[in-house]
């Protein structure tokens, strides 16, 4: 018999697809903390590579059940979508046709039935209002848009999670996607999100259909506010270099994949003033028609601040 939630409610199973990429297997880690039965769809192949085969293994031991399948697989996929009652995409961002691949996923739901939640791979900014992004970020974050069109066209029942940027991808390094961990001695300024909300949302009636924005307010933080932050906590002050518009440009130009589209999202976000995308749907952080703020819906959560996650890299 499936397991219940505190209220004595049946929880759902959940279906983890990308579950062993970066942002996957927190969600597959969220999904079992919180008592979901949890399959994880698992290529065949990625059993043999150093790092995730270990991955799996945990996944195992901590009671996930790993299905192996490929999106590619549409059979295969069906089958593995018929055990689940909400599937949650985590596939990557490598190509616009990666990202794509989520509409095979569509047609496979549709096929299986009764899925009663989909959550697609967003888990960045609110890819539909954002205009200004240099490539490769326009063209990746477009096909994140048609993904949206696509599922909100499909009727399945969704919820689009949109987090900005991740605390454990730019706070450890203090704003710059090159650095290697937290600044000690210099640092260079260009210009959040609780992977465990998902969980609370698939099975939240108040988050169908909608784009849950996760936007603590004591988290919105410029760059200058966490850099001194980072000083007051190292005791000193860091040898500051700024890069101008016009050279961070020539960095995204220049820069292999994914470095250029890290760059490219910050650009958007710091630099040409995408960081108020979030303010164009929810002018206070509020919960405003199709878009929904979690800080809202789940206040008893504990948002981890800024402050307190700069204390954990000490
Ligand atoms: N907001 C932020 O700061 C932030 C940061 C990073 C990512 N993100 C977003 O989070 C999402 C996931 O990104 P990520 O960096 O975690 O991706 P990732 O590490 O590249 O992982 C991609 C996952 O998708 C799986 N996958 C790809 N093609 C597949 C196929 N044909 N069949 C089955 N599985 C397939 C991969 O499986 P294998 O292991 O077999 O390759 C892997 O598990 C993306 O939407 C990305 O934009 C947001």
Known sequence: ???????????????????????????????????????????????????????????????????????DDHDGLVAAIRQADVVISAVGHSSPEEVESQLKILVAIQEAGGVKRFVPSEYGCDVELAEHMLEPARSILGAKVRVREAVKASGIPHTIISSNWLQGFLLPRAGNPEASGPPNNSVTIFGDGKLQVAMKAVEDPRTLNKILHLRPQENLCSVDKLISLWESKIGKALEKTYVCEEELVKKVQVSPFPLNFQLAVLHATLVAGEANLTDKATATGASTGERVEATELYPDMNYMTVEEYLDGLQ
């Open 1 to 71: 018999m499936a397991p219940k939630s505190n209220s004595g409610k049946m929880l759902s199973s959940i279906l983890v697809i990308g579950g062993t990429g970066n942002v996957g297997r927190h969600l597959v880690t969220a999904s079992i903390n919180a008592g979901h039965p949890t399959a994880v769809l698992v290529r065949p192949a990625t059993a043999g590579v150093s790092g995730k085969a270990e991955l799996m293994e945990a996944f195992k031991s901590c009671g996930a059940r790993l299905v192996y399948g490929d999106i």
